[in-house]
């Protein structure tokens, strides 16, 4: 019997959340995530790329931690011309985006609107691989409309060297409502001839160990919301326990205080940084022992002073509870 690979855990890219600032203060931090994938960039109407899209791959601001930048493209054209960019600030590995799930890009044909259209991915894989040098991988969800698109963009990608596939067993009309569908993922398993990576809803050592059982030849998982819920959750997943480091707590204080020093120097005004803040607010308050409460706190809070006196009361209730599991919160 084959013995299975080492487990794995990769770091969602999640649009206005995991950039450089976060991603950087977490590996700074916290142990446990092997790659980070950067939310995707795009070309504009006018063929360039944002400046902030730009400053979050630059190989500067992404330093001591593995990271695969994604490209959102929906023609051989922006594909090839993304991926030169890449390869030119030196990544060898872009993730290409067919997951996106929101309508302001699916309407586009982009991300999660190219998968029922499996002619026209096969056409870009076609025309863009061949003038390439860098190893592409794929994220997507199960269809746009319907789980049976997804079978007929894995016969296309099956074709192809690609270095994984990345799958969210949700249809894109989902968003992130009900639950993933781990029937999909099976059928999926069972046909790809590619590496397959689990991406869905985990948020606890239990939730990943039923999924190890359920399909036990993935040994890479895929976080996202669980990580920002929790950022010390990747080392549980693979340590099996919350150890009884008493210093988790300090490392989470002091990630939220790197996270929040280095927005306040990049975002303009305190109303700016209040609101970024109360969005990273919106995922850390499940690791406290009152949630609504402790986001509550965050929201009331109308000017900075007033911000880190709520941050100050919620790290001051938070206590760990070493054990070998960890359900949804510390306490």
């Excluded at 959340?17 to 790659?35: C, E, N, P, Q």
């Excluded at 504009?44 to 190989?59: C, E, F, T, W, Y």
């Excluded at 993922?185 to 990576?197: C, N, P, S, T, Y």
Aim: net charge neutral.
């Amino acid at each position: 019997m084959q013995e299975k690979a080492p487990l794995k855990i990769y770091l969602a890219p999640l649009q206005e959340l995991t950039d450089h600032i976060y991603r950087s203060a977490h590996a700074k931090y916290f142990t446990g995530v092997d790659k980070y994938f950067a939310p995707y960039i795009a070309r504009q109407n006018d063929g360039s790329v944002k400046p902030s899209h730009l400053r979050d791959i630059k190989a500067a601001n992404n330093l001591n931690y593995p990271l695969v930048p994604q490209i959102l493209a929906g023609n051989s054209a922006d594909f090839i011309f993304l991926t030169h960019l890449l390869q030119d600030n030196g990544y060898d590995e872009i993730n290409w985006n067919l997951g996106c799930p929101y309508p302001m890009v699916t309407n586009k044909g982009l991300g999660s609107g190219l998968l029922p259209h499996a002619d026209r991915i096969k056409s870009i894989l076609e025309e863009s691989l061949p003038k390439i040098q860098a190893q592409i991988s794929v994220k997507m969800r199960s269809g746009l409309n319907s789980a049976e698109e997804i079978f007929q963009v894995i016969d296309v990608l099956n074709d192809y060297p690609l270095e994984e596939v990345i799958l969210h067993p949700r249809i894109a009309k989902q968003l992130y409502k009900g639950v993933p569908d781990e029937a999909v993922f099976a059928g999926a398993q069972e046909m790809i001839k590619h590496r397959l990576v689990y991406n869905g809803d985990i948020n606890s050592l239990e939730h990943l160990e039923r999924l190890n059982e359920l399909f036990g030849s993935t040994a890479t998982w895929m976080v996202g919301r669980g990580i920002l819920k929790n950022p010390i959750l990747p080392f549980i997943l693979k340590s099996g326990s919350l150890t009884d480091d008493d210093k988790l707590v300090e490392k989470f204080r002091n990630f939220h205080e790197e996270i929040f020093l280095n927005y306040s120097k990049n975002l303009s005004g305190s109303s700016h940084l209040l609101v970024k803040m109360e969005k990273f607010w919106s995922y850390f308050c499940f690791a406290f022992p009152d949630p609504h409460k402790t986001l509550k706190g965050i929201k009331k809070a109308a000017n900075i002073s007033k911000y880190e006196l709520a941050v100050n009361e919620n790290f001051r209730k938070l206590r760990l509870t070493p054990g070998p599991t960890w359900s949804g919160a510390w306490s």
